[in-house]
């Protein structure tokens, strides 16, 4: 048997992309301004679904950005967050990138985390978490976000995780809307919906 | 910046490993024998945590291995059953395992999946899931399995996921056990811990 493999890349336009943006973003709605503009640009380069994340330190200096990469790589793991927080990780050398609660790091994600992302956040060393569409803007296009807790913020509160949401969340759901009158898949709404 | 990258890999001694067993497990106990191995295996071989999974087709054809590789690639999503579907879908070409609900595969899990890789199934394409070691058998030695729905079980149900659980648990927690009596290191249970 073959081994399988599976290297998590960012698309080849991110590199170029990042020159035209500083390095270290102060406010929370330059973080959100960045990642929403990573998901729109991820749909029209055609490198995967409408979505956006990113590590940031406590600073606000970026870590590693993320996109979704489910079609282009066919995976169905690669949200943008998990891209985000593995390639941080990757970045830092560490997979708890709080280094046992000694640092801070935000992700700050374009559309509130899914089930999967959800779960995958207690796990990577996060300690605030930034939302900009909540899960009925991505539900209203077709996405499915999965089975969370219906207390999924209270949940990350009790183990430290601050979380804070509709941070341009206009600006966010834009991108989704664009995404789906524009005809592209809506991987997953027909696989798992009920 | 130079943007990171991360290959998501089985350790060296897998390839070597499956020689040693068939390409198809007729019974569920043939499938949970062997993903329990992988778990005492990655343990053995200090290659990381004491967990194994492993994606089937309906006639019991190993599609992809997984154990769990968060340390030795510093990576906290990189738990086994994550590994396994990721690498499945890797195998066949498609990010939906199941193309549209037209072929079942499993995913069996030495023990029951985390909030994250319980998210990460509703997304993979699988319509059963096969557990064996038990929440309680992970909580027990210090791993936390974080805030699943309390209803996950009827949760993946509702999405046309069979779960079967407890196949071999005694065999299965064994391992979890013998892990945490090497003194090994139980990530993650300092880090979110409450």
Same mark, same amino acid.
């Given at each position: 048997?073959?081994?399988?493999?599976?290297?998590?890349?960012? *698309?080849?336009?991110?590199? $170029?992309? /990042?020159?035209?943006?500083?390095?270290?973003?102060?406010?929370?709605?330059?973080?959100?301004?960045?990642?929403?503009?990573? +998901?729109? !640009?991820?749909?029209?380069?055609? $490198? %995967?679904? *409408?979505?956006?994340?990113?590590?940031?330190?406590?600073? %606000?200096?970026?870590?590693?950005?993320?996109?979704?990469?489910?079609? #282009?790589?066919?995976? +169905?793991?690669?949200?943008?967050?998990?891209?985000?927080?593995?390639?941080? !990780?990757?970045?830092?050398?560490?997979?708890?990138? +709080?280094?046992?609660? @000694? /640092?801070?790091?935000?992700?700050?994600?374009? $559309?509130?985390?899914?089930?999967?992302?959800?779960?995958?956040?207690?796990?990577?060393?996060?300690?605030?978490?930034?939302?900009?569409?909540?899960?009925?803007?991505?539900?209203?296009?077709?996405?499915?976000?999965?089975?969370? #807790?219906?207390?999924?913020?209270?949940?990350?509160?009790?183990? %430290?995780?601050?979380?804070? $949401?509709?941070?341009? @969340?206009?600006?966010?759901?834009?991108?989704?809307?664009?995404?789906?009158?524009?005809?592209?898949?809506?991987?997953?709404?027909?696989?798992?919906?009920?």
């Amino acid at each position: 048997m073959n081994l399988p493999e599976l290297t998590i890349q960012l *698309p080849d336009w991110v590199g $170029t992309y /990042l020159e035209t943006w500083p390095s270290v973003f102060p406010e929370v709605e330059d973080r959100m301004n960045f990642v929403v503009d990573l +998901s729109r !640009q991820n749909i029209d380069r055609e $490198t %995967g679904g *409408p979505f956006g994340a990113a590590v940031f330190d406590a600073g %606000g200096r970026l870590i590693a950005p993320g996109v979704n990469r489910v079609i #282009p790589q066919n995976c +169905s793991i690669l949200h943008a967050e998990m891209v985000a927080m593995a390639l941080a !990780q990757q970045a830092l050398g560490r997979f708890d990138l +709080s280094d046992g609660r @000694r /640092l801070d790091f935000e992700l700050c994600t374009s $559309t509130e985390p899914c089930a999967m992302c959800f779960g995958a956040v207690c796990w990577a060393g996060i300690s605030r978490l930034v939302c900009g569409a909540r899960k009925q803007d991505a539900e209203s296009i077709g996405f499915d976000e999965g089975p969370k #807790p219906e207390n999924w913020i209270a949940a990350l509160n009790h183990r %430290g995780i601050e979380v804070i $949401t509709d941070i341009c @969340r206009e600006k966010a759901a834009a991108v989704l809307k664009d995404y789906a009158a524009s005809g592209a898949m809506i991987y997953n709404s027909g696989a798992f919906s009920v």
